[in-house]
């Protein structure tokens, strides 16, 4: 089972003998918002990401996707719905790849028996929700 950005931020602080206090003094996030994130109740903007990567020193990617750049990486698979969206859209592969795990984190957190496939998204709906988020990549 793959962890969630959360998992990573939290056991990357932890692989440093960091506190939450000492990450938030040096990002501006409040405790109470890092400790949601680490434990999966919350997301997190782009913008507030890439300082949580500046701050543990790690990129973007790990954090994203638990491997680090360059490294030899499984292969994603991103929809057909979502693929022809941020082809008309003009998203970069980060842009969409940040788009598809902010909804499979969303789909994570609701109860079994409402999940629908990632097909059946309609994704120009979900990015228009969230896309400022996704402006600054």
């Given at each position: 089972?793959?962890?969630?950005?959360?998992?990573?931020?939290k056991q990357r602080r932890l692989d440093i003998g960091w506190t939450?206090?000492?990450?938030?003094?040096?990002?501006g996030l409040?405790?109470?918002?890092?400790s949601e994130l680490e434990n999966g109740k919350r997301s997190v903007s782009a913008s507030n990401l890439l300082d949580i990567a500046?701050?543990?020193?790690?990129?973007?990617?790990?954090?994203?996707?638990?491997?680090?750049?360059?490294?030899?990486?499984?292969?994603?698979?991103?929809?057909?719905s979502l693929a022809k969206f941020a082809a008309d859209a003009g998203l970069s592969l980060r842009?969409?790849?940040?788009?598809?795990?902010?909804?499979?984190?969303?789909?994570?957190h609701r109860s079994?028996?409402?999940?629908d496939g990632?097909?059946?998204v309609?994704?120009?709906?979900?990015?228009e929700g969230v896309k400022e988020f996704l402006e600054n990549e």
């Amino acid at each position: 089972m793959s962890s969630s950005v959360g998992e990573r931020i939290k056991q990357r602080r932890l692989d440093i003998g960091w506190t939450q206090d000492q990450i938030c003094t040096k990002t501006g996030l409040s405790k109470s918002f890092l400790s949601e994130l680490e434990n999966g109740k919350r997301s997190v903007s782009a913008s507030n990401l890439l300082d949580i990567a500046r701050t543990l020193n790690v990129s973007l990617d790990y954090l994203m996707t638990g491997k680090a750049s360059g490294e030899q990486q499984t292969e994603v698979s991103i929809p057909s719905s979502l693929a022809k969206f941020a082809a008309d859209a003009g998203l970069s592969l980060r842009q969409t790849l940040m788009l598809l795990d902010m909804q499979k984190q969303i789909v994570a957190h609701r109860s079994a028996k409402k999940k629908d496939g990632l097909e059946a998204v309609d994704w120009q709906k979900f990015y228009e929700g969230v896309k400022e988020f996704l402006e600054n990549e």
